[in-house]
């Protein structure tokens, strides 16, 4: 048989899977021409379906590279392989992986649908390798041109960015606490250093100093900005960052002093919110805090007309409760005690999952001055 005849035959055969007339058909196009790209190719897939673990696969797929280094064709069978042994818990060593994945890329064209899995590949070996500046580059490529990538692989590699943002966050706040705590330590005699006593006090400063740590990292934008992506992507769980989004600008907002730019950022928010996962009571609370915390009467124009929607629509939401005993508060509660009672057992509970309401703690207040227990 001439090469080309022994080329079909492999190719007819890996078509209907007969890996072993395929293989076959290899080894015979291989004593005509052993430095043929093809035949080495076809020779891989051939061994790397028979069994994955052989070496000579891997061999396979090298010897074809050798030849060719910038046809993708190999290095993506070699990735896939390598993939398969990952899969069947015998993983390639993972410098020699991250090495193909990065060949791939670079042999791959622009076009190519097979690119941005293999850049995905590379961040979580990256990440598994603790390189995670490296895995952060590969996400951000990803992100960086949404057209070209999977909605799926998309999403994932945002999640991803959180992930890793939430990490570099943590280690911040870590590295601030033990800094504002360090003039805090107990000296010994000696010179030698211990850490202050385990004493409610000292985890009050801890707690206040990872808060203060907190604030101080709101700066930081990247947390947002990967929030607002993901809401805009409308994931499954997209309440959840716009929460997030939600809960970061109410505290750069307070901590700027009741900047009026931000609090029309969390109104904007507040509607796209309402508009998209209009079962989420989010939206409601958060105008509701903002008017609290301007120091506006939560029982009277637009305040009141937020607390009825979300009593009406969340009658069990603790700013809702809060609300409502306000207004039970407000039906002539001089000539009918009872309903200070009521606003109060409402009030209360309201407080439980809404602690920062102030609105709420000086109503209680209020009812617990007015009550007649309290006379």
Wanted: proline share 5%; net charge neutral.
């Amino acid at each position: 048989m001439s090469l080309k005849e022994c080329l079909k035959a492999a190719r007819d055969a890996i078509g209907i899977k007969d890996f072993k007339e395929a293989l076959k058909q290899c080894k015979n196009a291989l004593k005509i021409d052993k430095a043929n790209y093809t035949v080495w190719l076809f020779a891989a897939v051939a061994t790397s379906n028979l069994d994955p673990a052989s070496p000579d696969a891997e061999k396979a797929y090298r010897q074809a590279i050798s030849i060719e280094p910038e046809n993708s064709l190999a290095w993506k069978g070699l990735i896939e392989l390598y993939s398969k042994l990952s899969e069947a818990g015998t993983p390639p060593e993972p410098g020699k992986f991250i090495a193909a994945l990065q060949q791939a890329i670079d042999v791959s064209g622009h076009d190519d649908k097979k690119k941005p899995e293999f850049v995905a590949k590379l961040a979580s070996l990256y990440r598994a390798s603790g390189k995670r500046n490296e895995a952060i580059s590969c996400w951000r490529g990803l992100v960086s041109d949404p057209t070209a990538v999977p909605r799926e692989l998309t999403i994932e590699a945002w999640t991803s960015l959180a992930g890793a943002q939430d990490e570099i966050e943590a280690e911040l706040v870590a590295q601030q606490v033990a800094k504002r705590l360090k003039p805090a330590a107990v000296a010994k005699p000696k010179g030698k250093e211990i850490a202050a006593p385990d004493k409610p006090e000292d985890e009050a400063l801890r707690r206040e100093a990872e808060q203060r740590a907190r604030d101080d990292l709101l700066v930081r934008t990247e947390i947002d900005e990967i929030c607002q992506a993901l809401v805009d992507l409308v994931v499954p769980d997209a309440s959840h960052w716009h929460e997030r989004l939600l809960e970061r600008l109410l505290r750069r907002r307070r901590l700027a002093g009741g900047s009026s730019k931000i609090r029309a950022e969390i109104v904007a928010e507040c509607r796209k919110m309402a508009k998209l996962q209009p079962t989420s009571p989010v939206p409601l609370e958060t105008l509701l805090l903002l008017q609290d915390e301007d120091g506006q009467d939560m029982s009277q124009h637009e305040a009141g007309l937020l607390f009825q929607k979300l009593v009406h629509m969340f009658p069990n939401r603790g700013l809702g409760l809060i609300g409502l005993g306000i207004m039970v508060s407000r039906v002539d509660s001089k000539s009918k005690p009872a309903k200070i009672d009521e606003a109060r057992s409402l009030v209360g509970p309201g407080l439980k999952t809404c602690s920062d309401s102030l609105a709420g703690w000086l109503e209680l207040s209020s009812l617990l001055f007015r009550s007649s227990s309290f006379q």
